[in-house]
């Protein structure tokens, strides 16, 4: 008892020594996992179940095509009666009801916010929520009031809170939340904003360039396609052999040049990018093949932080994990970002960890979730 006493002590000095931001964090993780431990147990008992969210501590549920809400014990806290219902974003969810009416409800089911004067919403972010009134877009506020005009040919996409992409007549730009122009730079198709360069990459008459934040020129890119995410440019380009990848850093300077690897994850995580070469194709009874690779992972500056040693799967870690075949067996296990085994090779597929919890497969037909030590917990 005295021990038990002891350890309860040195966990209560822990907590209150630790700063205010780190225990709500660690709490939010906590709670993360035990919501999706509860929501693993529950699936059997509805034809479909979201994610938790932790705020409200409820889960979007689907039976016979119908949507309702339940808490982690699985009870019903807002009946079935959605044909669509969205998981809870800043404390709303966007449903739909047999008449196809929108509206936002909070998380004891009440109508937050009516929507009879919209054709469409989606769910909120970072406080707002965009809306279609016949085929032009705005936004509203949490109080459901039109903060934006609904004036815009497509939905406002938002790159920073309170910044967002628009588009009128014909004509994309960068503005505020009144849906007023913030920036000189317009006419783009695409456009990904590095925020901790100050920069963004923009597809133009002329091609991908990179900006600056006053739209000033800073680099032409030789790329067909581009991807920004984490600091680096993921691109492509059709060459004489197909279609080629690469990874392109933040001065839009090659650190996986063309030609390097034949497929290029285009995600980074934890530091890492998965990569591949081909070593063959496999024939299947139905006349297509497999295409067989090695795999292995760069870092952001391209060295190879894991060799190219593992089979076939071109994925991107999760929650510091992640599913690789291994060469020998083809089974999947799960590495850490070293490289080395931490789940051994057993299975034939494999999900990423979500809140600490992974499903893998070891047949078409037996399936059931692990821990990150590979312990089976359904």
Same mark, same amino acid.
């Given at each position: 008892?005295?021990?038990?006493?002891?350890l309860?002590?040195?966990?209560?000095?822990?907590?209150?020594?630790?700063?205010?931001?780190?225990?709500?964090?660690?709490?939010?993780a906590?709670?993360?996992?035990?919501?999706?431990?509860?929501?693993?147990?529950?699936?059997n008992?509805?034809?479909?179940?979201?994610? %938790?969210?932790?705020?409200? *501590?409820? =889960?979007? #549920? +689907?039976?016979? /095509?119908? &949507? @309702?809400?339940? $808490?982690?014990? !699985?009870?019903?806290?807002?009946?079935?009666?959605?044909?669509?219902?969205?998981?809870?974003?800043?404390?709303?969810?966007?449903?739909?009801?047999?008449?196809?009416?929108?509206?936002?409800?909070?998380?004891?089911?009440?109508?937050?916010?009516?929507?009879?004067?919209?054709?469409?919403? %989606?769910?909120?972010?970072? *406080?707002y =929520?965009? #809306? +279609?009134?016949? /085929?032009? &877009? @705005?936004l509203? $506020?949490?109080? !459901?009031?039109?903060?934006?005009?609904?004036?815009?040919?497509?939905?406002?996409?938002?790159?920073?809170?309170?910044t967002?992409?628009?588009?009128?007549?014909?004509?994309?730009?960068?503005?505020?939340?009144?849906?007023?122009?913030?920036?000189?730079i317009?006419?783009f198709?695409?456009?990904?904003?590095?925020?901790?360069?100050?920069?963004?990459?923009?597809?133009? /008459?002329?091609?991908?360039?990179l900006?600056?934040?006053?739209g000033?020129?800073?680099?032409?890119?030789?790329?067909?396609?581009?991807?920004?995410?984490?600091?680096?440019?993921f691109?492509?380009?059709?060459?004489?052999?197909?279609?080629?990848?690469?990874?392109?850093?933040?001065?839009?300077?090659?650190?996986?040049?063309?030609?390097?690897?034949?497929?290029?994850?285009?995600?980074?995580?934890?530091?890492?990018?998965?990569?591949?070469?081909?070593t063959?194709?496999?024939?299947?009874?139905?006349?297509?093949?497999?295409?067989?690779?090695?795999?292995?992972?760069?870092?952001?500056?391209?060295?190879?932080?894991?060799?190219?040693?593992?089979?076939?799967?071109?994925?991107?870690?999760s929650?510091?994990?992640?599913?690789?075949?291994?060469?020998?067996?083809?089974?999947l296990?799960?590495?850490?970002?070293?490289g080395?085994?931490v789940?051994?090779?057993a299975?034939?597929?494999g999900q990423g960890?979500?809140?600490?919890?992974?499903?893998?497969?070891?047949?078409?037909?037996?399936?059931?979730?692990?821990?990150?030590?590979g312990?089976?917990?359904?």
């Amino acid at each position: 008892m005295k021990k038990i006493l002891h350890l309860w002590m040195v966990l209560a000095a822990a907590i209150s020594c630790s700063s205010p931001a780190t225990r709500e964090k660690t709490d939010a993780a906590d709670a993360a996992l035990l919501f999706e431990k509860a929501r693993i147990g529950l699936e059997n008992r509805y034809e479909f179940i979201d994610t %938790f969210d932790v705020s409200t *501590g409820l =889960a979007v #549920v +689907r039976q016979n /095509d119908v &949507y @309702g809400f339940a $808490d982690s014990s !699985g009870q019903l806290v807002v009946p079935m009666r959605y044909t669509y219902a969205s998981s809870f974003t800043d404390e709303l969810a966007l449903v739909t009801d047999s008449s196809d009416q929108f509206s936002f409800i909070d998380k004891s089911g009440r109508v937050a916010i009516e929507l009879k004067d919209y054709d469409n919403a %989606f769910p909120f972010v970072s *406080g707002y =929520a965009a #809306v +279609r009134k016949g /085929d032009k &877009y @705005g936004l509203i $506020d949490k109080a !459901g009031k039109e903060i934006m005009p609904c004036q815009f040919e497509a939905a406002p996409q938002q790159i920073v809170p309170g910044t967002y992409i628009l588009v009128q007549q014909g004509k994309t730009f960068i503005g505020d939340l009144a849906g007023k122009p913030t920036l000189a730079i317009s006419g783009f198709g695409e456009l990904y904003y590095d925020e901790q360069n100050k920069q963004y990459a923009m597809y133009t /008459d002329s091609g991908w360039v990179l900006t600056g934040p006053d739209g000033a020129l800073r680099k032409r890119l030789d790329c067909d396609g581009l991807i920004g995410q984490g600091g680096l440019y993921f691109v492509n380009r059709t060459g004489i052999a197909g279609t080629e990848a690469a990874v392109l850093n933040a001065q839009g300077e090659p650190v996986v040049p063309y030609g390097k690897y034949d497929n290029v994850n285009p995600v980074i995580v934890d530091g890492l990018v998965c990569v591949a070469i081909r070593t063959g194709e496999t024939p299947q009874a139905d006349g297509s093949s497999i295409v067989n690779q090695k795999v292995g992972f760069v870092d952001a500056t391209g060295k190879e932080a894991i060799p190219l040693k593992f089979k076939d799967f071109v994925v991107d870690f999760s929650e510091g994990l992640c599913a690789v075949g291994d060469s020998a067996t083809g089974k999947l296990g799960y590495i850490d970002t070293k490289g080395n085994w931490v789940i051994p090779p057993a299975y034939t597929r494999g999900q990423g960890f979500l809140h600490g919890f992974a499903k893998v497969w070891t047949d078409e037909q037996t399936s059931f979730y692990i821990d990150r030590t590979g312990k089976r917990v359904q």
